[in-house]
């Protein structure tokens, strides 16, 4: 009785060992998206096409009304953006758990490494425009008539920055 066990546990695992490599055969693209080429297109900023509104360097051109509603509109997408960032963590969530379950440990351990790395990238770039705007906007809000930003301006530079 207990051969008659062990030999049903065999089939039964070897059976489910070939339904895992068929499995993985037919799902191999998928796995090789994210060891390897994963881009983050979704997570990506542009994937919620933000538009930063066109604030102009000199506050007295401005269209207050229309600026301000620009602005609010870029700042709920880039939350929208933001929401869908955090809802993407901790790195490898988003890869599905059926496909989880047939990566090998080094290839969950190869998509979570490169997954890392666009997500930084993917952060970086956002954090670029988001501080882009929040300077234009604070530039724009802080001047009074016709005053143009500098580079120098833009650039937090102080005022002997080159100077011998």
């Known amino acids: ?3 008659a066990w062990v030999l049903a546990l065999t089939v039964l695992s070897s059976s489910a060992f070939a339904g895992d490599q068929a499995s993985r055969l037919a799902r191999q693209a998928e796995i090789e998206y994210y060891t390897r080429h994963y881009d983050g297109a979704d997570i990506a900023l542009a994937r919620f096409n933000c538009k930063p509104p066109n604030i102009p360097m000199r506050p007295a051109t401005a269209g207050g009304p229309a600026l301000t509603q620009a602005l609010a509109a870029w700042h709920d997408c880039y939350d929208q953006f933001l929401a869908n960032y955090n809802a993407a963590l901790p790195v490898g969530k988003s890869i599905p758990a059926d496909l989880a379950d047939l990566m090998t440990d080094d290839e969950m351990g190869a998509a ?7 997500f930084v990238q993917v952060a970086d770039e956002a954090k670029r425009q988001a501080d882009a705007v929040t300077l234009a906007q604070s530039a724009w809000e802080g001047r009074q008539g016709d005053l143009a930003l500098s ?11 080159g100077k011998r």
């Open 1 to 3: 009785m207990r051969a």
């Open 112 to 118: 979570q490494a490169l997954m890392s790395q666009v």
């Open 151 to 161: 580079a120098r301006d833009l650039s937090h530079q102080p005022e002997t920055a």
